[in-house]
């Protein structure tokens, strides 16, 4: 039995009664694992456009939005239970397998299965969630310390907020930096605060510093925080800027992340960064965390 897969649940299977109710009146043994840790899909977006039989209204869906990042949990799963999730989603029918890239606020990128509803079921517009239904997902958020304001405002076909509207800078983006002009001219964001997080900063020996996750408990990035005001706008240039790929795909020079900060002002806050996807094997620890390096 293979152990090494995880799920990334989003939806009703968040919640442990309603899953174990389905269990019961199908005779089919619970398919989760352990939990291994809450996580949002970069770029995807909770949406109502699935008519479901069984929930009586609307099913929840996702779909691509730039800037937007979905919350769940991620857990392990078999290939047993796998099959068990496949039968009570009406895999590859109704929902079909979704291969993702998920992210921790440890600044990780974890490979993952999900579900998404087959193009021939979407209704191509807003379905209505049965309120039976749509209190079973906002339990199972609670369960798991989520935050619902993407749900509920999607449940009523309103456009969401973004979920994670700061970005965190620790290098030639900072202000005073060579590059912070592009953040300037595009950044859109309304306040810089200094801020720090948990990560390993490494200079690149090229004229700019790159960060990854925290190789250890006491090791911290320093930067600033800024608050955005149109994520879908500021990530549409600084994608480029920073050279990333498709979440998911190597090569590429930085990817964009998702890390927990801590600011100057006491708050813990969730944030868009860029980390290295490079190899930094030969280059220069900054024990200091800062740059430009400081002794």
């Known amino acids: 039995m293979n152990s090494d897969l995880l799920y990334f649940a989003y939806g009703s299977n968040l919640n442990e009664a309603d899953l174990r109710q389905w269990c019961q009146e199908t005779g089919r043994p619970h398919p989760l694992g352990e939990k291994y840790?809450?996580?949002?899909?970069?770029?995807?977006?909770?949406?109502?456009?699935?008519?479901?039989?069984?929930?009586?209204?609307?099913?929840?869906?996702?779909?691509?939005?730039?800037?937007?990042?979905?919350p769940g949990t991620l857990f392990r799963i078999s290939l047993d239970g796998l099959a068990t999730l496949d039968e009570k989603e009406g895999s590859p029918n109704v929902y079909k397998h979704l291969d993702v890239t998920a992210l921790t606020e440890d600044g990780r990128?974890?490979?993952a299965i999900t579900y998404q509803v087959h193009t021939a079921m979407i209704e191509g517009a807003f379905v209505p969630p049965h309120s039976g239904y749509l209190k079973v997902l906002q339990e199972g958020f609670a369960a798991h310390g989520l935050d619902d304001c993407m749900l509920n405002a999607v449940s009523e076909d309103k456009d969401p907020p973004e979920c994670i509207d700061k970005l965190f800078v620790y290098g030639t983006l900072k202000e005073g930096g060579p590059r912070h002009h592009i953040l300037q001219s595009w950044g859109d964001y309304e306040r810089k605060i200094e801020g720090r997080?948990?990560?390993?900063?490494?200079d690149t020996g090229k004229g700019f510093p790159c960060m990854v996750p925290a190789e250890k408990d006491d090791h911290f990035v320093a930067g600033e925080v800024y608050l955005l005001k149109d994520v879908k706008k500021v990530f549409e240039m600084l994608d480029i800027v920073e050279a990333v790929k498709r979440f998911g795909e190597s090569g590429a020079l930085f990817r964009r992340a998702i890390i927990r900060t801590e600011t100057a002002?006491?708050?813990?806050?969730?944030?868009?960064?860029?980390?290295?996807?490079?190899?930094?094997?030969?280059?220069?620890?900054?024990?200091?965390?800062?740059?430009?390096?400081v002794a």
């Open 109 to 111: 990128e974890h490979s």
């Open 197 to 202: 997080v948990h990560g390993t900063l490494y």
């Open 265 to 293: 002002e006491g708050s813990s806050d969730l944030a868009w960064s860029y980390l290295s996807d490079m190899d930094i094997q030969g280059m220069t620890r900054i024990d200091s965390g800062k740059w430009p390096a």
């Open 37 to 70: 840790a809450n996580a949002w899909l970069p770029d995807m977006q909770l949406v109502f456009n699935y008519k479901s039989q069984r929930r009586k209204g609307g099913a929840l869906n996702l779909r691509h939005r730039m800037g937007q990042a979905t």
